[in-house]
């Protein structure tokens, strides 16, 4: 199960919320179960999982054209079905497991549109006047004027921020797709620098990567891959810039695995690097090292910040800034907590975080190491195979 | 120039707008030419364009921290940006073009929030009681309300249709691109076709789809190869169901290339069909051909769906139904028009839409002819190197 159902309970409790509404693709999928492919690859389409707090109880509302990825992925709860969608049916076919769950979703009634359908739920499981927590960023403002208009004696109460939260504390079947995430991303890094030879693209290497990220079971996602000085730019996209001796490659890449995101940065020398080069990128290095040796549940993560911050400054960037060294990733590669200096989060057990040290400088160099670390009862674990240090290639 | 400009003035002027402002993804990189790279991978992450009809003038709104973005892509207009971003820059080094650009960049005044910059570009271009189209779907609750209180006196009309109907007529590098797409997801059907053996799983030939988009500057999306009785699953995604003799293979796919889409359905059986899979394919692939015939300028879309659908019936499935039978494509998979019997629109020069059958039961085989069409001054051309035809794999 993704969702974290205790902590759920907990901060809907804490916010005397009845139910919570999940709208955006995310917290569809993390709440339900469910992925809903329209709203994954377009704004617009409209998918939703309700929960009722006091019943304990999940809803799908979802297209009648989507309820074969319901019968396939079979996430349980109820499910209610909007619009129309024609879908035959041989009758003297021995149906699968999957079209029998099919044909029953398709007996169920239609309602005419995505709020019609979510009236319906809410008013059956926590009644009409109830105190609704609203993920408001994937519902359209056509939808919400509807949902408001409908249901008048209702409180709605914006909770993006707060399915964040929920989040942000990680189940076992979401910890195990994180470290495949992480693992599928590291050997694409590997593979694409073992690739590496002069006179090769940018987007020559970028198809390297995500051709293996595919070939792992890796869904690529968008990602830094730069040469040289290009690698100073901050979200450097794949150009036709060929590799040089003397170049340095940034890497700052991931993938979804099974819907879960990676995020991590690896730095490579191409030839015997500058001194700078070595003497900045062992600073950033250290600091995201310093944070491997004091994560653990309690640790303020304002003082991580400043921990990992000082230890780039005092090895060799004194003018080291930064408005965060991390962030959570999950279903969403920026979950919380944000690793900044004006955080109140405290570390805790199950989180999973990448704490990164970019350093930028025109002219110069973009230097960067980004790690995945679990938090664990005690302590810590990296998630990542190698470390971060330095990689100097002989081509 | 990917946007339309004749159209965008045409429209914004029987509509009254003295400004378009795009909040999507999609819109912001259509109308200024800009890929934020953020707002494509998260929900959440604000970036706008507004267009000013009287000035003509397109202004950026971006964070700071993706001034690099437009510094390398240098998409022209005016940027203002907000929030801070740490980049350090070398003052001993020569700066690139991109890097001088970016520099350039950062001397501007930083906005406290996307809502400042979007009221400071608002205000100077076309005044505080401007009539102001806006893109619904990506702006944040939050920030639409922020933008209404700070503008008392403009009148905001949602806009999200209208810049799908600004979309509907491709510019040549939108046809361009679209061609190209169109022709790496082509390519990427029949290096999985070539690999299919019995006993390679769904998984295993998404993998080659994908691996071979990716080698061709395609950028992978999600999309349906089912085999044998999964293939009836309208979304179905790709699992360890292995190939078998007697199956069919239905491929509903596409890529992304510089950002446009596409989207083309073929089917492969193993081995010989049954007399039902040919002549039903045969009825989808018959249908198809009927748009080939007759999509021109002027068509009434209604027309083409009812064509289209009755040629299919009169052809071997007499009880054919369908919501639609294709709709536009470009930036985003669903452009206007949508190829539907209750459609009021009619066929343009250098629409370019997608004309697809699919038909699905249950307990027998999912099957789908789906062909890019661009519609020409007098005619019609088809984007498809291959025809539709059923493939017969004798593996």
Same mark, same amino acid.
């Given at each position: 199960?993704?969702?974290?159902?205790?902590?759920?309970?907990?901060? /809907?409790?804490?916010?005397? #919320?009845?139910?919570?509404?999940?709208?955006?693709?995310?917290?569809?999928?993390? #709440?339900?179960? *469910?992925?809903?492919?329209?709203?994954?690859?377009?704004?617009?389409?409209?998918? *939703?999982?309700?929960?009722?707090?006091?019943?304990?109880?999940? =809803?799908?509302?979802?297209?009648?054209?989507?309820?074969?990825?319901?019968?396939?992925?079979?996430?349980?709860?109820?499910?209610?079905?909007?619009?129309?969608?024609?879908?035959?049916?041989?009758?003297?076919?021995?149906?699968?497991?999957?079209? !029998?769950?099919?044909?029953?979703? +398709?007996?169920?009634?239609? *309602?005419?549109?995505?709020?019609?359908?979510?009236?319906?739920?809410?008013?059956?499981?926590?009644?009409?006047?109830?105190?609704?927590?609203?993920?408001?960023?994937?519902?359209?403002? !056509?939808?919400?004027?509807? #949902?408001?208009?409908?249901?008048?004696?209702?409180?709605?109460?914006?909770?993006?921020?707060?399915?964040?939260k929920?989040?942000a504390i990680?189940?076992?079947?979401?910890?195990? @797709?994180?470290?495949?995430? =992480?693992?599928?991303?590291?050997?694409?890094?590997? @593979?694409?620098?073992?690739?590496?030879?002069?006179?090769?693209?940018?987007?020559?290497?970028?198809?390297?990567? $995500?051709?293996?990220?595919?070939?792992?079971?890796?869904?690529?996602?968008?990602?830094?891959?730069? +040469?040289?000085?290009?690698?100073?730019?901050?979200?450097? !996209?794949?150009?036709?810039?060929?590799?040089?001796?003397?170049?340095?490659?940034?890497?700052?890449?991931?993938?979804?695995?099974?819907?879960?995101?990676?995020?991590?940065?690896?730095?490579?020398?191409?030839?015997?690097?500058?001194?700078?080069?070595?003497?900045?990128?062992?600073?950033?290095?250290?600091?995201?090292?310093?944070?491997?040796?004091?994560a653990k549940p309690g640790l303020r993560v304002a003082t991580l910040f400043?921990?990992?911050?000082?230890?780039?400054?005092?090895?060799?960037?004194? $003018?080291?800034?930064?408005?965060?060294?991390? $962030?959570?990733?999950?279903?969403?590669?920026?979950?919380p907590p944000?690793i900044?200096?004006?955080s109140s989060d405290v570390l805790e057990e199950?989180m999973?975080v990448?704490?990164?040290?970019? *350093?930028?400088?025109?002219? +110069?160099?973009?230097?960067?190491?980004?790690? /995945?670390?679990?938090i664990?009862?005690?302590?810590?674990?990296?998630?990542?195979?190698?470390?971060?240090? #330095?990689?100097?290639?002989?081509?």
């Amino acid at each position: 199960m993704l969702l974290n159902a205790s902590r759920a309970a907990e901060i /809907m409790q804490d916010n005397g #919320l009845d139910a919570l509404v999940a709208t955006t693709p995310e917290n569809v999928l993390y #709440l339900g179960g *469910y992925w809903a492919m329209s709203q994954w690859v377009r704004r617009g389409p409209q998918a *939703y999982v309700m929960y009722s707090r006091t019943k304990a109880e999940l =809803c799908i509302i979802t297209s009648t054209s989507l309820l074969d990825l319901v019968a396939d992925q079979n996430p349980g709860g109820q499910v209610r079905r909007f619009s129309y969608f024609r879908t035959d049916v041989d009758p003297s076919a021995t149906l699968s497991a999957e079209d !029998q769950r099919q044909v029953a979703l +398709f007996s169920d009634r239609e *309602y005419k549109g995505p709020v019609d359908a979510l009236v319906a739920a809410l008013t059956d499981d926590v009644g009409g006047s109830a105190r609704i927590g609203i993920d408001e960023l994937g519902i359209t403002p !056509q939808c919400m004027e509807e #949902l408001i208009q409908r249901l008048p004696q209702a409180t709605f109460v914006r909770s993006f921020k707060l399915f964040e939260k929920i989040r942000a504390i990680k189940t076992p079947e979401e910890i195990a @797709r994180l470290r495949m995430a =992480c693992s599928i991303t590291e050997r694409s890094i590997d @593979r694409a620098l073992d690739a590496a030879t002069e006179g090769m693209t940018e987007l020559e290497m970028a198809r390297v990567f $995500h051709s293996t990220t595919t070939s792992l079971d890796g869904v690529p996602v968008t990602g830094c891959i730069g +040469f040289g000085d290009r690698s100073a730019m901050s979200n450097v !996209q794949p150009s036709s810039r060929q590799l040089r001796r003397g170049d340095v490659i940034r890497f700052d890449v991931g993938c979804r695995y099974r819907h879960y995101r990676s995020d991590i940065s690896r730095i490579a020398a191409v030839g015997e690097p500058t001194a700078k080069v070595r003497d900045y990128h062992n600073a950033l290095w250290l600091g995201v090292q310093r944070a491997h040796d004091i994560a653990k549940p309690g640790l303020r993560v304002a003082t991580l910040f400043n921990e990992v911050v000082e230890t780039v400054r005092r090895n060799g960037i004194p $003018h080291y800034e930064r408005s965060h060294v991390g $962030h959570g990733i999950g279903i969403d590669g920026y979950d919380p907590p944000n690793i900044a200096a004006d955080s109140s989060d405290v570390l805790e057990e199950n989180m999973v975080v990448c704490v990164e040290t970019p *350093y930028y400088e025109l002219g +110069f160099a973009g230097l960067q190491v980004e790690d /995945m670390i679990l938090i664990t009862r005690d302590g810590s674990e990296s998630l990542m195979a190698r470390d971060g240090r #330095l990689r100097i290639l002989a081509i």
